[in-house]
């Protein structure tokens, strides 16, 4: 594929790019360009084109504003100490999305494409990867955004004939304030996000504006993401809003839910992996809360964490319900560690064994 460049004649001059990069928050700021690749039935995947960043013009019946047929993805890029950037399992993020976009009756953007669409933007945008090498915070990162929707301006409800494929990226610290100390979660007891034969495991818009209303809970209640339970039953742990979750034991078993209508996370295969080389055994199995709430207060479950590309890994701490409050589990040493080597990967401060990192 050509992929053709279009210079910002106005870049962030670089005192306001140092000012941002100091404390970039999460998706505030947006680099200097953004990719474009469209797909007709005619043509097929055509223009891949680099541009200035800047708003598009979309007619107010384009399809994805009334039906919501769109896919996205989240992941990083890494400056490592030596200043070369990395991603992390990039075609990983482009097979989720070939599989969204079959959910979603997109046609399908071949990974390889993905992957150079993602690299020709980073390229591009390269002085907008955040350099830790001074030490301080830390964990800097640019955060990468592909989506993809219905640019078609058609109100009938089929499948789009005209999709438009976009890459924007967007300087990245904590996800959640205040760094990395236990998040308190909040369980929804009314809202689900995913049902059997949805659209669960596609990670689409749709899914995210289905958990808005109990994320407004949740932050009623001092809460800082939903846990999301199956439709059926409410009862078997799903995920949250933006991440998955692991459970681990006294014994030291780690188990991680799955229900089949889940977003299966790339973080989460990856600790699937990690844990294993740490002498852990991770079972993916259907997780009731009672299991939950049960082996906290009996002291078989020692940690809790969420994870994710935006939010990393996180201690999980208190769940909150209207039936009452279940405490934060006793440790978060496991976690800190799971953290900690995945972290240093992507950072390139150790090895990568797997071959898990892809050099821009
Ligand atoms: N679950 C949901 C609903 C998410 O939005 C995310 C974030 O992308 C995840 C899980 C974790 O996925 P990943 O590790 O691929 O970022
Ligand atoms: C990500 O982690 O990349 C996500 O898409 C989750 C979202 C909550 C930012």
């Known amino acids: 594929m050509q992929i053709s460049a279009t210079a910002n004649p106005a870049p962030v001059d670089d005192a306001r790019l140092a000012e941002i990069l100091a404390n970039p928050g999460f998706g505030q700021h947006f680099t200097d360009h953004m990719l474009t690749y469209e797909w007709t039935p005619q043509d097929g995947w055509h223009d891949a084109r680099v541009t200035p960043y800047g708003p598009l013009t979309l007619d107010p019946a384009t399809a994805v504003l009334h039906y919501a047929q769109e896919t996205f993805e989240g992941m990083k890029a890494y400056r490592h100490d030596d200043g070369s950037i990395w991603t992390f399992r990039p075609e990983q993020n482009a097979a989720r999305m070939v599989r969204s976009s079959a959910r979603l009756a997109f046609p399908e953007l071949p990974v390889d494409?993905?992957?150079?669409?993602?690299d020709a933007l980073?390229?591009?945008?390269?002085?907008?990867?955040?350099?830790n090498s001074a030490g301080g915070e830390g964990e800097k990162s640019l955060y990468l955004r592909p989506f993809m929707f219905a640019s078609e301006k058609f109100l009938g409800v089929r499948p789009a004939q005209h999709v438009t494929f976009m890459v924007i990226a967007s300087p990245a610290g904590a996800y959640f304030k205040g760094g990395i100390k236990p998040v308190n979660l909040w369980l929804s007891e009314t809202f689900t996000r995913a049902g059997r034969g949805g659209m669960g495991a596609a990670?689409?818009?749709g899914n995210y504006a289905a958990s808005l209303a109990a994320q407004r809970e949740a932050i009623e209640e001092g809460c800082d993401q939903v846990v999301f339970l199956d439709d059926q039953e409410f009862r078997y742990i799903e995920e949250l809003g933006g991440m998955n979750?692991?459970?681990?034991?006294?014994?030291?078993?780690?188990?991680t839910?799955?229900?089949?209508t889940i977003l299966e996370g790339i973080t989460r295969a990856s600790i699937i992996e990690l844990a294993g080389k740490l002498g852990h055994s991770v079972e993916e199995r259907k997780f009731s809360i009672d299991e939950w709430r049960d082996g906290v207060v009996s002291g078989e479950i020692t940690e809790i964490f969420a994870c994710g590309t935006a939010a990393v890994v996180t201690p999980v701490g208190e769940l909150r319900s209207p039936r009452g409050v279940t405490a934060a589990p006793a440790s978060?040493?496991?976690?800190?560690r799971i953290r900690d080597a995945l972290v240093g990967m992507?950072?390139?401060?150790?090895?990568?064994?797997f071959g898990w990192m892809h050099r821009v």
Do not use: N, S, Y
Request: with cysteine.
């Open 257 to 260: 839910p799955e229900t089949g």
């Open 113 to 118: 494409e993905f992957v150079a669409c993602v």
């Open 122 to 131: 980073v390229e591009v945008d390269q002085r907008w990867v955040p350099d």
């Open 203 to 205: 990670k689409t818009g």
């Open 245 to 255: 979750l692991f459970f681990v034991h006294a014994d030291g078993h780690i188990v």
């Open 346 to 353: 992507q950072f390139g401060r150790t090895e990568d064994t």
């Open 332 to 336: 978060t040493e496991l976690t800190m």
